[in-house]
C-alpha cells in the first residue's frame, strides 16, 4: 500500500499543520511545567515535533508490515506496543542530545529537561496512539474504497456477460423469420397467424423475463423449447418432425434457465437451415439413480458441409453447467453415421430435489 | 408487351406464399418457378434463364451467395433476407434491391419498379449480379467452403481439403485434394476470407494451407521454397518467409 502522507499533496499539507498545533500545545504545556523559559520552550517544541514527525512518517513501514503480516490482535498489538516504545524512547533521547548541541550556553537545561520528562513522555504516548488511531482510519477507508471500486467492476461485468448471452440466446435469424411467416399466414390462414404471435410472445417472454440465473424446473424448460419448436415447424412445414418420450420422474428437476435452447438452436441449424430433406428432432428424458439424462437428436444431410457454428452455443452450456453444478453435470456431444447427438446430464433424483421445490415455489409465484 | 419471367428461390414456404401473395398485383410478372434450396435454384436458372430472381441468402446446400458466385446467366437479383447486417450495406451498393423480411408491400412494390425500369432499358446498363460478390465479404464467419462450377456440375470445396490457391491473372486456380478448378476470383478476396490460422501467403500468387506444408528449405541467395506433402515446390517471397515465420513460430 501506498504512504498516506508521501502520496498526496494535500494530506502532506496537512499533516504538517496537524503537527504545528501539537507543537503549540507542547509548548504552552511546558511553559506551565517549567515556568517562564519562553525561549526554550519554543525551541524545544519545534525541535521536538520535528524530530518526532520523522520518526512518524517511517512509523508507517512498521505498522503496513505488521498489518499485512501477522494475523493475530494479540501479535498486533504487542508488536506496536513495542514499536511505540522504542520510538518514544528514541525520541526522548534524541531530543535532549539536539537539544544540548544547538543551546550549549542554557544554564538551567538540566532542571528544565527534568520537571519536563513526564509530561514528554505522556505526550510522546499520546501522540503514538493518535498516530496508530489514523494509520488505522487510512488503511480501512482505502481498503472499503477499493472494494467498492472492485465490486463495481464486477457488477458490470455481469450485467455484461448478461446481455451478451440474451442477445446469443435469440437468434436474429429466428425471431425476423418467424414475423415473416406470420406476415404470411395473416393472409393465408389468420386464425394460425394469431396462435402464432401468441406462442412467438410466450417464447420471448420466457426469454427476456430471465433476470438472473434462477433455476426453473425441466417442465417449464420443456415447454418452453415445444413453443421454439412449433415456431420453427410452421416455417419449415413438412421439413420438421418432433418426437420426444418424456419421464414424468425428471420433470421436477431444476436447471438453469435457457439451458436447452442453444441445443435445439444447433439440431435446427445444422439439421433443417441445411438440408433439403426431412429432418427429425427427437428428445427423451430418462431418469438415473444419479441423474436426469436428456439425449436430443437429430439427423443432418452428410452431404451438406454446414456453415460451421462458432462453437458458442455449445461452449456456453458447457460453462453454465460448469457455473451451475462444478464438475457434476455433464455434456456430451456426438456425430456419427448422420446423426448428431447431445447429451446432457443433470445431476439430481426428484426425491432429492422435491424439498428444495418446495422452498423455491414461494419466490417462483412471486415472479 | 413481354412478361418478366421470375423466379422465387426460398427455403421457406410461408415467405414464398408470401411473396407470390405480393406480386400478384404486377402484370408484368409472371412466376415461373419456385425452388425451396439453392441447387435446385441454380438448375432452374440455368434451365429457364429468367429475368428477375428473388434469393433468400441462408438456404440448405448452396447460400443466396453461393449461388451468384456460380451463375452463370445475369438475372437481375432481389435478395430477400432476415437479418445479415454485413450485407446490408454491399446491398445498397449493387444489388437491384434487397429487402429485410419481413416487408410491408409497398417497399417490394419499389423493388419491382426499379427492375422493370431496369430492363426496359439497354442491357448493357445493367450491373452484372456477379459483381456483389466481390465487394462485400461473405459473412461474419470465415470462408468454410468454396464453390466451384466444373461443366455443369457444382462442386463444394471444404476449406480443410483446400492445399494452396494459384494466382492466374484475373482468375485463381484452386488445388484442393480432389483436384483443381479454375475461379474468377482475387487473391485478396481469399487472404481476406481464408481462416487465418490455417493459411498462409508465402508469396504474390501462393497461398498455402499451413498443414500441407512437409519443409521448408533454402533456395539460391536468401529465397525459400515450401516443399509441400504433395512433392510439389511452391516459392516463398522474402516477406511470404516473414508471415510464415509468425504463423509457425520458428
Redesign the interface.
Known amino acids: 500500500m501506498k504512504h498516506p502522507v508521501f502520496g498526496n499533496r494535500t494530506r502532506f499539507f496537512v499533516w504538517w499543520l496537524v503537527w504545528l498545533f501539537i507543537g503549540l500545545g507542547q509548548a504552552l504545556l511546558y511553559y506551565f511545567a517549567y515556568g517562564s523559559i519562553v525561549n526554550l520552550t519554543i525551541v524545544d517544541a519545534i525541535l521536538s515535533l520535528l524530530l518526532y514527525s520523522g520518526i512518524a512518517l517511517s512509523l508507517w513501514y512498521p505498522f503496513s508490515f505488521f498489518n499485512k503480516t501477522s494475523e493475530k490482535l494479540v501479535n498486533v498489538i504487542t508488536n506496536l506496543i513495542i514499536t511505540g516504545a522504542i520510538s518514544v524512547a528514541f525520541w526522548f533521547f534524541i531530543t535532549k542530545l539536539v537539544l544540548k548541541l544547538i543551546m550549549p550556553e542554557q544554564v538551567n537545561l538540566n532542571e528544565y529537561w527534568i520537571a519536563t520528562t513526564p509530561y514528554r513522555i505522556g505526550t510522546g504516548v499520546f501522540i503514538y496512539c493518535l498516530l496508530i488511531l489514523t494509520y488505522y482510519l487510512f488503511v480501512s477507508l482505502s481498503n472499503l474504497s477499493e472494494k467498492m471500486a472492485r465490486e463495481a467492476r464486477l457488477e458490470s461485468l455481469v450485467k455484461e456477460t448478461e446481455l451478451k448471452m440474451l442477445r446469443s440466446q435469440i437468434n ?2 429466428f ?3 418467424s ?7 395473416t ?2 390462414d389468420p386464425d394460425k397467424a394469431r396462435l402464432m404471435v401468441i406462442k412467438l410472445s410466450d417464447f420471448m417472454r420466457y426469454a427476456l423475463s430471465r433476470k438472473d440465473e434462477q433455476p426453473v424446473t425441466l417442465q417449464s424448460e420443456f415447454d418452453n423449447i415445444r413453443l421454439y419448436l412449433d415456431i420453427e415447424r ?4 413438412d421439413r420438421l418432425s418432433i418426437e420426444e418420450t418424456m419421464d414424468s420422474l425428471c420433470m421436477e428437476v431444476k436447471i438453469p434457465v435457457m439451458i436447452l435452447q442453444p441445443l435445439y438452436e444447433n439440431a435446427v441449424k445444422h439439421g433443417v ?4 430433406g426431412k429432418v427429425t428432432i427427437s428428445t427423451s428424458v430418462i431418469s438415473t439413480n444419479e441423474y436426469c439424462e436428456i439425449t436430443i437428436t437429430n439427423n443432418y ?1 452428410p452431404e ?2 454446414s ?2 457454428g ?1 462453437g458458442t452455443g455449445l461452449s456456453n452450456v458447457s460453462r453454465r453447467l460448469e457455473l451451475s453444478y462444478g464438475n457434476k453435470a455433464m455434456l456430451k456431444t456426438e456425430k456419427q453415421n448422420g446423426i448428431f447427438t447431445s447429451k446432457l446430464f443433470i445431476p439430481g433424483t426428484p426425491q432429492v430435489n422435491s424439498q428444495k421445490d418446495e422452498k423455491n415455489k414461494d419466490s417462483n409465484n412471486r415472479r | 408487351m413481354k412478361k418478366i419471367r421470375t423466379v422465387i428461390i426460398e427455403d421457406e414456404a410461408p415467405a414464398r406464399e408470401i411473396l407470390k401473395h405480393y406480386l400478384k398485383d404486377f402484370e408484368e410478372l409472371e412466376i415461373i418457378a419456385e425452388c425451396a434450396d439453392g441447387f435446385s435454384g441454380l438448375k432452374t436458372i440455368s434451365f429457364s434463364k429468367p429475368d428477375l430472381v428473388f434469393l433468400d441468402i441462408q438456404m440448405p446446400r448452396l447460400t443466396g451467395f453461393e449461388l451468384i458466385e456460380v451463375m452463370t446467366e445475369k438475372p437481375a437479383i432481389i435478395f430477400t433476407t432476415a437479418y445479415d447486417q454485413f450485407a446490408i450495406k454491399a446491398f445498397e451498393l449493387n444489388a437491384v434491391d434487397y429487402l429485410l423480411k419481413p416487408f410491408p408491400k409497398e417497399r417490394l412494390h419499389n423493388a419491382v419498379k426499379k427492375v422493370i425500369e431496369k430492363i426496359g432499358k439497354s442491357k448493357d446498363e445493367e450491373k452484372s449480379a456477379s459483381s456483389i460478390i466481390e465487394k462485400f465479404p461473405k459473412s461474419a464467419s470465415t470462408l468454410n467452403r468454396i464453390v466451384v462450377r466444373k461443366g455443369n456440375a457444382i462442386n463444394l470445396i471444404p476449406v480443410e481439403r483446400l492445399k494452396y490457391v494459384e494466382a492466374q491473372d484475373d482468375y485463381v486456380m484452386i488445388y484442393h485434394a480432389e483436384g483443381k478448378a479454375l475461379k474468377q476470383q482475387t487473391m485478396k478476396f481469399y487472404e481476406e476470407n481464408l481462416p487465418d490460422k490455417d493459411f498462409v501467403r508465402i508469396h504474390r500468387s501462393y497461398i498455402v494451407s499451413v498443414q500441407e506444408i512437409n519443409r521448408i528449405e533454402p533456395y539460391g541467395k536468401d529465397n525459400h521454397v515450401a516443399v509441400l506433402k504433395s512433392g510439389e515446390k511452391l516459392p516463398v517471397s522474402r516477406s511470404g518467409y516473414k508471415h510464415l515465420k509468425e504463423e509457425l513460430n520458428f
Open positions: 436474429p435469424h425471431l425476423f423469420n414475423l415473416n411467416s406470420i406476415s404470411s399466414l393472409i393465408t410452421v416455417r419449415f412445414g437451415y441445411e438440408s433439403t444431410d451438406a458441409i456453415a460451421k462458432t
